[in-house]
T-cell receptor, first 120, second 112 residues
Framework: GAVVSQHPSRVICKSGTSVKIECRSL??????MFWYRQFPKKSLMLMAT?????????EQGVEKDKFLINHASLTLSTLTVTSAHPEDSSFYIC????????????????FGSGTQLSVL | LAKTTQPISMDSYEGQEVNITCSHN???????ITWYQQFPSQGPRFIIQ???TKVTNEVASLFIPADRKSSTLSLPRVSLSDTAVYYC?????????????FGAGTRLAVHP
């Protein structure tokens, strides 16, 4: 399967600081990447859709000024949690859409390993 | 986007076959059915994807009836390492569809 690398895997920061999380597709070009958030024992919640070269599309209730997304290249998307607060502590997961090519095939979504953010 | 319904949890024993059923009554013509596995503190891992009938790969089988309103993930001879959360997703990433929404998932616990 395709490889999506997410870094860092864990970050602890002080309240008020900003944290950047990187998501890279290592062996394919991803025109679209997605960012999810997950609380303990809960399902993944889609935060935003990141399209290369254009502004991200945020889901309802997600603050775009709080969670800055940049998708500057076909292999890299970043999520920056600005002025982080304890309530932003969560597990953040990125995913990349891998084109399958061919006819009548659905594209697949591959996920990074996640980033555990803890804001003190 | 089609909503999915799965059992919240299931228990099994090593060596048994496990079948997890997902209901998706509002599935659209262009939608595919995809199953993911997630371990604690890890990102979901792709298991299998199908559109209709039966799909089999090295780890699982996916059964989809003709009306496509449900699907069943079959895990043959589970082991302790199959303990995880399994998500059924319905949607399409090609064409005009651009996102998949996760449901609650099924927590599978495999016991010795």
């Amino acid at each position: 399967g395709a490889v999506v690398s997410q870094h860092p895997s864990r970050v602890i920061c002080k309240s008020g600081t900003s944290v950047k999380i990187e998501c890279r597709s290592l062996d394919f070009q991803a025109t679209t990447m997605f960012w999810y958030r997950q609380f303990p024992k809960k399902s993944l919640m889609l935060m935003a859709t990141s399209n290369e070269g254009s502004k991200a599309t945020y889901e309802q209730g997600v603050e775009k000024d709080k969670f800055l997304i940049n998708h500057a290249s076909l292999t890299l998307s970043t999520l920056t949690v600005t002025s982080a607060h304890p309530e932003d502590s969560s597990f953040y997961i990125c995913s990349a859409r891998k084109p399958q090519g061919g006819i009548a095939t659905n594209e697949k979504l591959f996920f990074g390993s996640g980033t555990q953010l803890s804001v003190l | 986007l089609a909503k999915t319904t799965q059992p919240i949890s299931m228990d099994s024993y090593e060596g048994q076959e496990v079948n997890i059923t997902c209901s998706h009554n509002n599935i659209a013509t262009n939608d595919y059915i995809t199953w993911y596995q997630q371990f604690p503190s890890q990102g979901p891992r792709f298991i299998i994807q199908g559109y209709k009938t039966k799909v089999t790969n090295e780890v699982a089988s996916l059964f989809i009836p003709a009306d496509r309103k449900s699907s069943t993930l079959s895990l043959p001879r589970v082991s302790l390492s199959d303990t995880a959360v399994y998500y059924c997703l319905v949607g399409a990433l090609s064409g005009g569809y651009n996102k998949l929404i996760f449901g609650a998932g099924t927590r599978l616990a495999v016991h010795p």
